[in-house]
Nanobody
Framework: QVQLVESGGGLVQAGGSLRLSCAASGWTFSGYAVGWFRQAPGKEREFVAAISWSGGRTYYADSVKGRFTISRGNAQNTVNLQMNSLKPEDTAVYYC????????????????WGQGTQVTVSS
């Protein structure tokens, strides 16, 4: 059974950092691009960052560029999102997703989703 499990969310003050992890349970990310999305209350789920299946290409939303870094872990089944200089507007539930499509920014590009982890940034 394909499962994605996010971890690392929590409460942090503005300007602080968090590191989210996405683990594939029972399989690996080999051949799959992995993306991070977030959804704030009352808003649509939005693209945050993605990494190609090889790890050679990364993509970021303009709102997080220069502050967030997506990377593949040493194991084939983890992807991390390092979030620095956090702002209150980064508060949302963060989801990781895996897909074999050629695109990265749309939710429809992804086949598998995790349950999400809450990130709250206080001002």
């Amino acid at each position: 059974q394909v499962q994605l499990v996010e971890s690392g969310g929590g409460l942090v003050q503005a300007g602080g950092s968090l590191r989210l992890s996405c683990a594939a349970s029972g399989w690996t990310f080999s051949g799959y691009a992995v993306g991070w999305f977030r959804q704030a209350p009352g808003k649509e789920r939005e693209f945050v960052a993605a990494i190609s299946w090889s790890g050679g290409r990364t993509y970021y939303a303009d709102s997080v560029k220069g502050r967030f870094t997506i990377s593949r872990g040493n194991a084939q089944n983890t992807v991390n999102l390092q979030m620095n200089s956090l702002k209150p507007e980064d508060t949302a539930v963060y989801y990781c997703a895996a897909g074999s499509s050629s695109g990265y920014r749309g939710t429809y590009e992804y086949d598998y989703w995790g349950q999400g982890t809450q990130v709250t940034v206080s001002s």
